[in-house]
């Protein structure tokens, strides 16, 4: 079953001047590890905002989980429940620790104190930095940075993980490190994981490849 379907998605920005989306049908499965690639500029990231809801199409549909976003009142709920998001750069709170920054999306959570804190305790270990709870993001290294990013776009157990090159900001061991945690991720939960990339190598660990040139996606299409 389709998790995430678009039908002629089309994004402009300053009146029209600038298509940065032109046309985009996608269907992505439940569980699916898909890589989207594609030069700068060709529309990846303005297509993970479409369907993470970070913002809205000129035109076209975006359903997700069943829900098309154009009705949906309560977005807000919607990116907290479904998606979860890590961008490049990691927008850690400087001032937080790797544990307090990890329960920032659990703000309207109904956990309690202490499971709040149990929860983001159990991801900080999974991503190996369970011995970093307290350590201020200054204190940590570009890649346990990235990966408490990853640890708090999991707190809320989305059902969806979109990255928009996570692996841009770190060097080629921690890139590694960070995609076999993604991909472990999406193996052991069945989270669909969508990945930005302008690393081959990364993409190629994909279940498959959405290539995105111009804004329209010019290979990776379901076969029909
Ligand atoms: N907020 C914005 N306002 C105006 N133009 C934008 C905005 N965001 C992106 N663009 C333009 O839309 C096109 C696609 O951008 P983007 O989706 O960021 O590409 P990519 O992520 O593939 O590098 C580019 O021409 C970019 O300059
Ligand atoms: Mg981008």
Known sequence: MSIITTRNVVKHYDDGAIKALDGVDIDIEESEFVAIIGPSGSGKSTLLHMLGALDKPSSGDVIVDGINLAEERDLA???????????QLHNLIPTLNALEN???PLVESKLSRSERRERATELLEQVGLG??????PT?????????VAIARALVNRPRILIADEPTGAVDSENSKRIMQLLKDINR??????????HDPE?????????SVLDGRVVQGVAAA
């Open 77 to 87: 709920g919607f990116r907290r429940r479904t998606v979860g998001f890590v961008f």
């Open 102 to 104: 990890v329960q920032i």
């Open 131 to 136: 011995k970093r709870l307290r350590s201020i």
């Open 139 to 147: 204190k940590l290294s570009g890649g346990e940075r990235q990966r």
């Open 188 to 197: 052991t939960t069945g989270m669909t994981l969508l990945v930005v990339t």
């Open 202 to 210: 990364v993409a190629t660990q994909a279940d498959r490849i959405i």
